[in-house]
Structure formats: C-alpha cells, structure tokens
C-alpha cells in the first residue's frame, strides 16, 4: 500500500517563505509531483522530481530525499494568490500512476 | 488548446437516478484518468485508460460505477443507481503517455450532489 501524509493547514504571511512538507511509503518509487488547487478549481501541475535534490521554478522550488521518504514544496515572497491547497503526489513502482495525498491548505494573510 | 473539457459542471439529482459524466481529453493525449475528489478522502483515482483501453480499475467503488471510452477523444462515467455517498467533484484529467513521464492536466470537474 501507499501512504502520504501532509499538514492539513498552514497560514503565512504575504512576503514571506513558507515550506510545505510531504512523506510518504510507497511500494518502489518513480517520482513525486507537486499541484496547486485553487477552491473551486481543477489541481494545475507545479513540479516534478525523481532525483534527490532541489529543483527551483521561479518562486517555488521542491525538494526530494528519497532515502528518507520526504519532500518538501518551498513558496519564496508568498503572495496573496498562493493561498491554495497543494497536493503532494507519488507515482510508485508498477502502476506508475500518481496516488495523492490530502493535500494542504495554505492561507496567506496580509 | 481548450484543455480538459467535462460537462456537465454542476449536476444534482435524487437518489436512485443514472448519472453521466463527460469528459474530452486534450487532443492527442493517450492517457486519461477519472479522479473523484472528497473533502474525507481527498483525490482517489477511479479508473485510467491508456489508448482507449482500461489499463486499472481499482479504484471504481463497486458495480454502480462504470466508464468507457469509445474513441480517443471522449469519455463518460457513470453511475446507476446514485447515492448520497456518490456526492464529491469528479475530475477527468489526461496526459500525453502515462504517468510519470508526462504530466496530468486537469478539467474543470463536475460538481455532484446526489439528494
């Protein structure tokens, strides 16, 4: 079986970095995605990683360990606009196909 | 391009009535997915074609659930008879191949609430 497992919540200042965590287990590994879900709206694709490391896009960048079994999605100079859920997705051995975690709720506050 | 299309976007209906839902991939995407979302149970895959064809059914809840895709560029899901338990955002998503290579794009969703 798979497990993903996310915050639930978290608020931020407009301005500021927030750091969005993810672990999971899962039977072999063949990526981790990151999504932005506005409410109301479709999951809209934000990054992808198979290595280890850290991969920057802009203002958000995500990072993978695998050996630990964690990720982190990292929001530089948040805006009001991130306010969104982010879901953490894993794609495991043989499927391949994406399971999702709960996601987390981010509110950016003035 | 126009994206994920799905209609309908809000649908309500009594219990024990057949619901469809539709879905038009991205043009040339191979693959398409059919997600049903909860506030309990977050995004949960129900069924994934590849080429047309259904390559994992897991996920589909019971017999009440059924999908095809008679050509590349439709799909339905249905469900017959609905339940209350049915209510949720279904979101039909494709990609060019298949995961992880390529990346999943989402429709818009179709919005259900069953009475």
């Known amino acids: ?110 | 391009d126009a994206g994920v299309i799905q209609s309908p976007r809000h649908e309500v209906t009594e219990m024990g009535q057949e619901v469809t839902l539709r879905c038009k991939p991205i043009s040339g995407h191979n693959s398409l997915f059919w997600y049903r979302q909860t506030m309990m149970r977050g995004l949960e895959l129900l069924i994934y074609f590849n080429n047309n064809v259904p390559i994992d059914d897991s996920g589909m809840p019971e017999d009440r659930f059924s999908a095809k895709m008679p050509n590349a560029s439709f799909s339905t899901l249905k469900i017959q008879p609905s339940e209350p338990r049915d209510s949720a955002v279904y979101f039909c998503a494709s990609s060019l191949t298949r995961p992880p290579t390529d990346t999943q794009y989402f429709g818009p969703g179709t919005r259900l609430t069953v009475l």
Request: with cysteine.
């Open chain 1, 1 to 110: 079986g798979q497990n993903i497992d996310q915050p639930t919540e978290m608020t931020a200042t407009e301005g500021a970095i927030v750091q969005i965590n993810c672990t999971y287990q899962t039977s072999g590994f063949n990526g981790l995605f990151w999504y932005q879900q506005h409410a109301g709206e479709a999951p809209t694709f934000l990054s992808y990683n198979v290595l280890d490391g850290l991969e920057e896009k802009g203002r958000f960048s995500s990072f993978l360990s695998r050996s630990k079994g964690y990720s982190y999605l990292l929001l530089k100079e948040l805006q009001m606009k991130d306010s969104a859920s982010y879901l953490c997705a894993v794609s495991p051995g043989g499927s391949y196909i994406p399971t999702f975690g709960r996601g987390t709720s981010l509110i950016v506050h003035p």
